[in-house]
């Protein structure tokens, strides 16, 4: 039975996921027992990574390295450094719904590369009873829940929004099923926003695509069939949130949530940074950590 991580990293001009994805699997290599990790990435990444980070950082992050064809661009989206700063540029995050072929491992947890494994929790995941674990609550640093752009549902009177940042699955049937569905779901996605009544915010999102097979997978019943991860909650830094310092497994932010209303937090759990480039900035910091 093999077990491990399905990292993927497409770089487009702005934003270096490549890094990103180094920082990920080495903090999953620092902080977890099981931390065997595979990465999903175009030849331009991969070249791009070695050529800026070095050969060694690539051989130590990653066990296995999947190259695929570059995704498809699912338009331009906006991405903010903090509230001052924002950028429009594209957003190449379409094949996960490949990832059951991709996955070279019998129990897979696949993870976004903005995700920092600052705790051990992960490692109660593998050998469950489930085949698929994935979150429907997330908070934010101050603890809060239903933020815009966090809700539990797509509307009021939609369906639950499950959380496609992290997620376990298992080399089953059912788990074949639903990423089949999603896949189904992003060839027809126009038709199924019509039919579920969200805003795309004009790209692809994979959120709203597990979230819809899951309805499907449950033959379009509200069906608590999929159970969460052991830690129920994610935790997300938010586009606002800047991550300002990170010592000794600990990561600072500054979270703005309103112009002028500043608040600092210390997190020594695992967190989902929205802010891309504040990853970018502390990138150094992160991997002497690791490695060490």
Known sequence: MTQGYLVYAYNNEEI???????????????HLKINTTALATNQATLDWMIKTHGEYLV?????????????????????HDSRYTSKKVPYYNTNRSDSFTISPFDETVLLDADFLVLDNSLDCVWNSAEDILVNKSVRDLNHVENLKGFDKRFNDTSIPLYWATCMYFKKTER?????????????????????????????????????????????QLEENTVKSLPIPQLMFATEHDDLIDFTNGTAIFVSEAEQGNFKLHKVCTNVHLMNKWSIGRMSQRIIEYAIN
């Not at 270096?16 to 620092?30: H, N, P, Q």
């Not at 051989?59 to 991405?79: C, G, Q, V, Y």
């Not at 990423?179 to 692809?204: A, D, E, H, T, V």
Request: proline share 1%; charged share 20%; glycine share 2%.
């Open 16 to 30: 270096d996921y490549g890094l990103m994805s180094i920082v990920c699997c080495l903090l999953i290599k620092k």
């Open 59 to 79: 051989d130590k992050a990653f066990d296995k390295l999947i190259i695929t064809h570059n995704p498809e661009n699912s338009s331009a989206r906006l991405f």
């Open 175 to 219: 788990a074949k099923y639903l990423f089949s569905l999603m896949k189904f779901i992003k060839q027809n996605y126009r038709y199924y926003q019509q039919l579920y009544k969200f805003n795309s915010s004009g790209y692809f999102r994979n959120d709203y695509a597990l979230s819809i097979a899951v309805h499907m997978m449950n033959a």
